[in-house]
């Protein structure tokens, strides 16, 4: 049982992660390996050295559930403005958790998210769903939203590119769908990857399945180039994505499943 949680960043007045005005709390350490993760400081669930302009530092500090949580809730007089521009029937903001995987640090998390419940404080979870269903079955407790990546859908795709189990991930997902939570797709098109036709048409028909309130698809944009640097490694080269490719998805998606995305600047 670990008492301090591992965290890059305590990231306030986040527009992005979630309906309203959010603090967002970056968990370090993933189930999965994407190739093209734009958090390279989150993957891998240790403190890590980083040098940026010739200084050096450490991606990663270890906070008690306390310490977290009085964090947050010196931006608590944000979370109840309105978002009158939220399209997800949720008014207010709140605290969003990312990563890496935020739901594998459980330990801390699990008190942590209960905490803010007792405060009433709206929880979002963006999370990469492999992960142990007792822990899923836990959070569904408290979590008003979750963010849900759909990445590859094929199991042997699915096992040698990220390294996740695709049985554990569509069992989750009937979890959490039959718990009848909110929750958004995010779909990250990434050339060579997530773009080809046969993960398309499985993406359509998951998409059929399940009919979450909101799908989002979002364009690889190489944001993590200074931080893979700053750990002394590469980042993969990727296909690159267009615009147009972006509007043919989308475009794709509407037409074979009848349901419309929204093309994401995150
Ligand atoms: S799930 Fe997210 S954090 Fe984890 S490796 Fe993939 S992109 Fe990176």
Request: proline share 5%; charged share 25%; glycine share 8%.
């Given at each position: 049982m670990n008492d301090k949680a591992l965290v890059t960043n305590i990231q306030r007045f986040s527009l992005h992660d979630g309906p309203g005005i959010r603090t967002t709390v970056f968990l370090k350490g993933c189930s999965i390996h994407c190739p093209w993760c734009e958090n390279p400081e989150n993957l891998l669930p240790y403190p890590e050295e980083y040098v940026k302009d010739g200084k050096k530092g450490i991606y990663g500090e270890y906070l008690s559930c306390d310490e977290i949580y009085s964090e947050i809730i010196k931006d608590r007089i944000f979370y109840d403005q309105p978002d009158e521009s939220s399209e997800l029937g949720v008014q207010r903001g709140g605290v969003t958790f990312s990563g890496g995987?935020?739901?594998?640090?459980?330990?801390?998390l699990g008190p942590l998210l209960a905490k803010l419940k007792d405060e009433n404080i709206h929880i979002c979870v963006e999370t990469c769903l492999f992960v142990p269903e007792d822990k899923l079955s836990i959070a569904l407790k408290y979590v008003d939203l979750f963010y849900v990546d759909v990445k590859i859908l094929n199991g042997d795709k699915c096992k040698n590119v990220l390294g996740g189990n695709l049985k554990q991930y569509m069992s989750n997902l009937d979890f959490l769908f039959a718990a009848q939570k909110s929750v958004v797709f995010r779909i990250p098109i990434i050339g060579g990857f997530t773009d080809f036709s046969e993960n398309v048409t499985q993406i359509v028909r998951l998409l059929k399945k399940y009919n979450p309130i909101k799908v989002e698809i979002i364009k690889e944009h190489n944001l993590g180039k200074n931080k893979y640097h700053s750990l002394g490694k590469e980042p993969l080269e990727l296909n690159k994505i267009t615009d147009e490719d972006m509007k043919h998805i989308k475009d794709e998606i509407l037409t074979l499943s009848g349901i419309t995305v929204e093309i994401c600047k995150v």
């Amino acid at each position: 049982m670990n008492d301090k949680a591992l965290v890059t960043n305590i990231q306030r007045f986040s527009l992005h992660d979630g309906p309203g005005i959010r603090t967002t709390v970056f968990l370090k350490g993933c189930s999965i390996h994407c190739p093209w993760c734009e958090n390279p400081e989150n993957l891998l669930p240790y403190p890590e050295e980083y040098v940026k302009d010739g200084k050096k530092g450490i991606y990663g500090e270890y906070l008690s559930c306390d310490e977290i949580y009085s964090e947050i809730i010196k931006d608590r007089i944000f979370y109840d403005q309105p978002d009158e521009s939220s399209e997800l029937g949720v008014q207010r903001g709140g605290v969003t958790f990312s990563g890496g995987e935020p739901l594998l640090q459980f330990d801390v998390l699990g008190p942590l998210l209960a905490k803010l419940k007792d405060e009433n404080i709206h929880i979002c979870v963006e999370t990469c769903l492999f992960v142990p269903e007792d822990k899923l079955s836990i959070a569904l407790k408290y979590v008003d939203l979750f963010y849900v990546d759909v990445k590859i859908l094929n199991g042997d795709k699915c096992k040698n590119v990220l390294g996740g189990n695709l049985k554990q991930y569509m069992s989750n997902l009937d979890f959490l769908f039959a718990a009848q939570k909110s929750v958004v797709f995010r779909i990250p098109i990434i050339g060579g990857f997530t773009d080809f036709s046969e993960n398309v048409t499985q993406i359509v028909r998951l998409l059929k399945k399940y009919n979450p309130i909101k799908v989002e698809i979002i364009k690889e944009h190489n944001l993590g180039k200074n931080k893979y640097h700053s750990l002394g490694k590469e980042p993969l080269e990727l296909n690159k994505i267009t615009d147009e490719d972006m509007k043919h998805i989308k475009d794709e998606i509407l037409t074979l499943s009848g349901i419309t995305v929204e093309i994401c600047k995150v």
